[in-house]
């Protein structure tokens, strides 16, 4: 019976009628009382590749109706008792998504999702300890010059020193190179690092960290790394390096003590209007 039914899927996929249609009426197949219908298929194929679509579609016919079968065997050779489980656990699921989208619902409707600074940073105070970084991390300036650039030794100086008066001159030209960045409030690790500037390699890399300064040139540029500050792995991690962290967890716990609240208010609107007993 079963090799029949892949066959005639498959005579029928092959010699039938266009399957992906805009007619939600029409039907792929059949099994005793139960039609995959036009949209269904539709929803089973996903984004499919019309060179693999012949065999995909093929599958997909088989694979329903073996899941018919299998269930429609299964309600009649499994015992009650058997049954009577895989009912309940159903339900038990289908209540668990039931109310868990609910109260997640009410949860997002009624949170405030600004944050509370003074909150983080007390967090954060009180738990240091958990915030230890595992890799060096670094604040950078860097520059890049074209090769025909006539200040360089200036610019060199300047960013070596990147004092308040340096940091403004070099600003002030910054027009005139490849690219640079000043953002020195920003951290970024070592793995980021290396992953901007491919050419650091470990012999690079310890000579950045021991001078706080590197330079490289290649065929088209030269550039100047300058390490405003860092921390190294194993020390307790910037706030700011972690902020990202400390808000998700800020919110995250602000959402559990606003589901504990909406459960107990629920419940206690149940107890008045007299829908909960407990005897």
């Known amino acids: 019976m079963l090799n029949r039914l892949i066959f ?6 092959l010699f039938g009628c266009n399957f992906i249609s805009n007619d939600d009426s029409q039907n ?11 949209k269904e298929y539709i929803n089973l194929m996903g984004n499919y590749d019309k060179d693999d679509s012949l065999s995909k579609a093929n599958n997909i016919i088989n694979n329903w109706a073996i899941d018919k079968i299998l269930i429609e065997r299964a309600q009649l050779n499994l015992n009650d ?3 009577q489980s895989i009912e309940l656990l159903v339900k038990d699921y289908e209540a668990s998504l039931l109310s868990e989208a609910y109260l997640e619902a009410l949860i997002n409707s009624s949170i405030n999702p600004d944050i509370d600074s003074t909150e983080i940073k007390e967090f954060y105070d009180k738990n240091k300890s958990l915030f230890r970084l595992n890799e060096d991390i670094f604040r950078l300036a860097f520059i890049e010059l074209p090769l025909d650039f006539s200040d360089t030794y200036q610019v060199r100086v300047k960013l070596k020193r990147y004092r308040d008066a340096d940091k403004q001159f070099l600003d002030s030209i910054s027009y005139r190179y490849n690219s640079f960045s000043f953002e020195s409030e920003n951290w970024i690790s070592k793995k980021q ?3 901007k500037f491919p050419f650091i390699n470990n012999y690079s890399y310890k000579s950045l960290k021991n001078y706080n300064f590197f330079q490289y040139k290649d065929s088209l540029s030269l550039y100047l790394i300058k390490i405003i500050k860092s921390t190294k792995n194993g020390d307790i991690s910037p706030i700011e390096y972690v902020l990202p962290t400390l808000e998700y967890m800020s919110l995250n716990k602000r959402k559990k003590e606003l589901m504990l609240s909406i459960k107990s208010e629920i419940l206690k609107d149940a107890l008045l209007n007299n829908k909960f007993e407990i005897y």
Do not use: C, V
Not at 28 to 38: Q, V
């Open 8 to 13: 005639s899927s498959f005579f029928i996929f």
């Open 28 to 38: 792929i197949a059949r099994y005793d009382d139960s039609l995959l219908t036009n």
């Open 81 to 83: 008792s058997k049954l």
């Open 193 to 195: 690092l290396i992953q």
